[in-house]
């Protein structure tokens, strides 16, 4: 790149102007994911025969995700280790791994919402399902499009190129993986 | 747990504090116990009916996971102060959604109202649940509680099983 930005830090916040512009989507999506979640949960509570529709959510799938996705964070964590160190295309090949890991959920999540939909439990079957539903597809929306810009960062880091994106995406995927952690025991434990 | 030791160490290394690759390694083994507790603790609470102990694995546990992850993975701890506070803020918003809207939603009944689709929808599902019965009820039940599919107003509309 011939030109840099200039406003690369503000003096104000003391934060890398790409790093803050994360942190400031991170909070945008807490109230995003916080309100679906406060509005499930006060439902949950709500309703008593609710309980009998969450039996039917499959617990395997949802343990198996859940490791996927707390894998692939560690290998977004050791890909901005590896940029830290300078070592651009070994943080690509990492960011790789993570995107693996997210095709890897997205493919066991197919699979169990071909099997529920199949047995009745559509996003118009009641309530309960239309929370499951609209909870873990927009979750799986952003594993989409986390993969999707991780597959991009990792195209300029594998040439040692802007390596502070590594982080910058790493933060986000991160935070993908914070919503599983709330969305697993709220959708797939609490029966 | 070795992995908070880590941080504790790390934490006054100021911004961007770089972590030995074994960090990462140790929080990771942590969440992965932490999650199979998560999923073995509910299973023993249901066993005995110790409600607490779903609660405590299931939903303190998580607590504890998220901490790990946005401390350990996310460096929030080593961030600039004005990022806690916009975050503190999202969250605090997030709760004033809860508090100000749960009221309405979790009673069915209060100063002349009452929340008459969410009580029928309530009496329908169960009766239809008893009739139908067990954790195979897509299995034949819902031909078996007729005439109660006439489906309240309201949010709850298609009775579950009736379609296969």
Redesign the interface.
Known sequence: MSAKPIATTRS????QTAK?AV??L???E??IF??LL??Y???R?????WA??A??TN?LAG?VN??VL??S??T???AH?AA?EGNGPKAAKLLYATVGGACMFLVIKSLEWSNEIA???TI????F?SFYYTAAGIHGAHVIVGALIMLWVASTARKNEELHRVENV??YW??V??VW??L??LLY??? | MSADNAAAHDDDHG??A??P?EY??K??AA??VL?LV??IG?YIG?VTGLWWL?LIT??GI?FV??GL??R???HLTV??S??HY??I???A??AL??FA??PD????EGTNWKNLA?EA??ER??AE?AAGGG?H??HGDGHGAEGDHAAPEG??????????
């Open positions: 104000a916040t003391g934060v803050l942190w400031w991170l909070a945008s807490i109230v916080g309100g406060a509005a949960l006060m439902h509570m709500a309703h008593p025969e009998n529709y039996v039917h617990t343990a859940t490791i707390l894998t964070s560690l977004a964590v050791l280790h830290e047995h009745g439990y118009t079957a009641n309530t399902w790493g933060l991160h935070f993986d914070l952690i709330f697993f025991p434990i609490a029966k | 911004h961007g770089h972590h690759v990462y390694y929080t990771y969440l992965v999650f998560s999923v509910p249901e779903t299931a939903f998580a996971k998220a992850v946005i350990n993975f996310m961030e600039k004005f990022v916009f975050l803020t999202a969250l918003f997030m959604f809860f809207v749960s939603v979790m009673n069915h969410a929808e309530i599902a169960l649940h954790h009820g897509d949010d709850h509309a298609a009775p579950e099983g009736e379609h296969h």
